[in-house]
């Protein structure tokens, strides 16, 4: 094999511009500053040589410095290390490290690849990145990933970037908001603001949310969650979009290149560094704020994919200890789609996906992480999936990480599902259940009453055997994945065909409706039926007990115009076009006006699951739902809070209208009308404090596909007027 000639170096003496190289010391790992120099520490087992390389340009193809660590001097154990005097903020670096090339072994080491450091904070921008110079084979090679590149791949490879600079938080703490008090907006940091209608002066960026604050103080949700920030590279995604010819791009992000730096091209002040900076100004001023910063981390899998995928980082360092390898250890278990597996319960692994996670906590100051496709963490390094996984046991129970809210995507693609039972009590999760059951029942399916009321109540049927309640359900009707809510209500079907796979990507199972013509219409009647849908929808999200999480956009009906995995869509796709905002005023108003409902009325929000004397179902005609009768699709509960106050919920999945006998009223109270989705604005909602008296309180008209929040209250004021007239 061809490597490239390194110079000679003796330790303890002089490089030029440096002062001095020390042997250095293992622990900690990365790099870190001490005594005027640079620690670097670097994790290969199966390794035989590693060499650290210093760039002065991130498009630098040659070195400015090499170091060669000697095994005899710079090994201690499995860690490499070297200390370097004299290293400054900013300091361009990466490694390359040989070994055995033994694809049917588990190795695949290649020293012409330039790789980068599993811990590095960040790394330089590389436009148009392309990971084809990074294949650590020839890929027209007949042999394909058993023949070996001997091209060098340093010009075509960002670097890592040597941080070293203070940040003024200015106090800041973690605000640790209880779970009741917890609504979550999903939401994308360059498709938020990215859309010239955003208005933002630092559109796609961090710095384009933080303009965006008042608007989502306005909303009412107490936290966001974004889509990965890990940095990861765009141009992954090959192809373009069959019907205009645009490129296609990595959009979503879910292909980390590394676990601890921030995405660059996020930063409106440059990527050599200042993405930390600007990071730590948007957490700051979301906390500010009192909004909550959770990310979206994945730590399944990586951008390397199978045997065939390029070699960045963990395939190079050492491949066997990083992923779940199959029984012929050249290829890899895919238990994630991507076509690798990370091996997350290895002791190294783990300690690297913890170091993360403090990172991120400590450092970086978020309050919670949303964990994609976490059964994966569950599993051993042979792909069966542990009872009590380490991984999964330290995350909930560690000390530092102790505050910080942790929720699962408890599921993977190699066939597990743990909704309800995912690990420790600790964890929240993603209810997929409560988002299929949900749907199903406003489109009109047969069968769904009892299920319906269970996820109203926190899907007690899902977690109570396991010693969860109800704030482990994260309650959602939409999501990245999948269809808006928009259009959820619009299609029947998808339309994936711009992503260039036939049609052939993105789920079947979406239990969709389109009420009569197949996306967007000027038809008047679909209009107004989807628009009660969606507040339905926003409706039964919003009242139920778990922890609601609203995709963003939804509140103004974002659509995607019928694509449901617009994971490569880097375009008006997927971006937030702000012009909708106006166009559905009606809906926004409504979302809001739900949220402060929900914060108003902590009964429904509680850590606990309704008792028998808290809550009372009702069908019709007064008595309780027919359970057994699969055809029921109205449904009506009493919820009594504390101060004599109660609640009653009705709801209709049915075409035609039903008239609800009411329950007598608490004692001192009279019902009021806080919300009918059937109503167009502004009478569909009214504010808290200002519901309307109903002039009948005796039956309650219910309309087709519609629901009704009535409140019990004192009506002191005479002023106020019945739900039979306009409000105030």
């Keep these: 094999m061809n490597m490239p000639e390194s110079p000679p170096h003796n330790f303890e003496a002089d490089i030029p511009g440096f002062a001095q190289v020390r042997v250095g010391v293992p622990l900690p790992m990365g790099t870190h500053a001490h005594e005027g120099g640079v620690n670097f520490a670097l994790f290969s087992r199966h390794a035989s040589r590693v060499r650290l390389e210093l760039f002065d340009l991130p498009e630098d193809a040659k070195p400015s410095k090499v170091i060669d660590l000697d095994p005899a001097h710079n090994r201690t154990g499995d860690i490499w290390h070297v200390w370097i005097f004299g290293i400054r903020h900013g300091q361009l670096y990466a490694y390359r490290v040989d070994g055995p090339q033994q694809p049917w072994a588990g190795h695949r080491f290649n020293f012409n690849k330039l790789l980068l450091d599993p811990f590095t904070k960040a790394i330089s921008p590389a436009p148009a990145w392309s990971f084809e110079p990074a294949y650590g084979y020839d890929p027209s090679a007949a042999e394909r990933d058993l023949s070996f590149s001997e091209v060098d791949n340093a010009g075509a490879m960002p670097k890592c970037i040597f941080t070293q600079e203070s940040f003024d938080w200015r106090g800041d703490r973690p605000l640790k908001h209880p779970w009741s008090k917890t609504i979550i907006y999903e939401t994308h940091v360059r498709g938020f603001t990215i859309h010239p209608s955003s208005g933002a002066t630092h559109p796609g960026t961090y710095r384009g949310l933080i303009e965006k604050i008042p608007y989502l103080k306005e909303l009412g949700v107490t936290a966001v969650e974004l889509m990965p920030v890990q940095e990861f590279?765009?141009?992954?995604?090959?192809?373009?979009?069959?019907?205009?010819?645009?490129?296609?791009?990595?959009?979503?992000?879910?292909?980390?290149?590394?676990?601890?730096?921030?995405?660059?091209?996020?930063?409106?002040?440059?990527?050599?560094?200042?993405?930390?900076?600007?990071?730590?100004?948007?957490?700051?001023?979301?906390?500010?704020?009192?909004?909550?910063?959770?990310?979206?981390?994945?730590?399944?899998?990586?951008?390397?994919?199978?045997?065939?995928?390029?070699?960045?980082?963990?395939?190079?360092?050492?491949?066997?200890?990083?992923?779940?390898?199959?029984?012929?250890?050249?290829?890899?278990?895919?238990?994630?789609?991507?076509?690798?597996?990370?091996?997350?319960?290895?002791p190294v692994v783990r300690a690297q996906i913890l170091a993360a996670l403090f990172y991120w906590a400590g450092e970086m100051h978020v309050d919670g992480f949303r964990f994609d496709l976490a059964s994966v963490l569950g599993r051993d390094g042979t792909g069966n999936l542990l009872e009590k996984a380490p991984l999964l046991e330290r995350i909930a129970e560690d000390p530092v990480l102790r505050d910080v809210k942790i929720i699962a995507e408890a599921?993977?693609?190699?066939?597990?599902?743990?909704?309800?039972?995912?690990?420790?009590?600790?964890?929240?999760?993603?209810?997929?259940?409560?988002?299929?059951?949900?749907?199903?029942?406003?489109?009109?399916?047969?069968?769904l009453l009892g299920l319906f009321a269970s996820r109203l109540c926190g899907s007690s049927d899902i977690y109570a055997k396991s010693g969860k309640g109800p704030e482990s359900s994260i309650n959602f009707i939409t999501c990245h994945d999948g269809f808006t809510l928009n259009d959820l209500v619009s299609y029947l079907a998808k339309d994936n065909t711009s992503n260039g796979e036939n049609n052939l990507d993105g789920t079947n199972h979406n239990f969709s409706e389109n009420y009569g013509i197949e996306g967007n219409t000027t038809d008047v009647g679909i209009g107004i039926v989807r628009q009660r849908q969606i507040k339905n929808f926003l409706l039964t999200l919003l009242i139920s007990r778990?922890?609601?999480?609203?995709?963003?956009?939804?509140?103004?009906?974002?659509?995607?115009?019928?694509?449901?995995?617009?994971?490569?869509?880097?375009?008006?796709?997927?971006?937030?076009?702000?012009?909708?905002?106006?166009?559905?005023?009606?809906?926004?108003?409504?979302?809001?006006?739900?949220?402060?409902?929900?914060?108003?009325?902590?009964?429904?929000?509680?850590?606990?699951?309704?008792?028998?004397?808290?809550?009372?179902?009702?069908?019709?005609?007064?008595?309780?739902?027919?359970w057994d009768d699969p055809k029921a699709k109205q449904l009506a509960c009493l919820i009594l809070e504390e101060k004599q106050s109660a609640i009653f919920l009705l709801f209709n999945a049915d075409i035609d209208a039903v008239g609800f006998a009411l329950p007598p009223a608490p004692f001192g109270t009279q019902w009021h009308l806080t919300a009918n989705t059937e109503r167009e604005t502004p009478y569909d909602l009214f504010a808290v404090g200002e519901e309307p008296l109903l002039e009948d309180s005796q039956t309650y008209l219910l309309g087709p596909q519609s629901s009704v929040i009535l409140l019990a209250r004192s009506t002191n004021d005479q002023t106020l007027p019945t739900a039979s007239k306009e409000p105030l």
């Design 233 to 346: 590279n765009e141009y992954q995604v090959k192809g373009s979009q069959p019907h205009t010819g645009q490129p296609l791009r990595n959009y979503w992000g879910y292909d980390p290149v590394v676990f601890f730096a921030a995405k660059a091209s996020y930063s409106s002040s440059g990527g050599m560094g200042q993405q930390i900076s600007e990071f730590k100004e948007m957490v700051r001023a979301l906390h500010q704020a009192d909004i909550e910063v959770i990310l979206d981390v994945v730590f399944n899998h990586t951008a390397e994919g199978d045997e065939l995928g390029p070699t960045l980082c963990f395939r190079g360092i050492d491949n066997r200890i990083f992923y779940t390898l199959a029984g012929d250890r050249r290829y890899y278990k895919d238990y994630t789609g991507t076509g690798n597996t990370i091996n997350a319960n290895h």
């Design 411 to 447: 599921w993977d693609t190699g066939g597990a599902y743990e909704v309800g039972r995912f690990s420790e009590p600790r964890w929240a999760e993603w209810n997929g259940e409560y988002r299929d059951d949900v749907r199903r029942f406003w489109r009109g399916d047969t069968g």
């Design 546 to 626: 778990g922890v609601p999480m609203l995709l963003g956009g939804d509140e103004f009906r974002r659509t995607q115009c019928g694509n449901n995995n617009a994971y490569s869509q880097d375009n008006e796709t997927s971006w937030y076009d702000w012009s909708f905002l106006k166009e559905h005023q009606g809906v926004f108003r409504f979302t809001r006006g739900l949220i402060a409902f929900r914060q108003a009325h902590p009964v429904l929000s509680r850590e606990q699951f309704y008792s028998d004397s808290e809550i009372r179902w009702f069908g019709p005609q007064g008595g309780s739902p027919n």
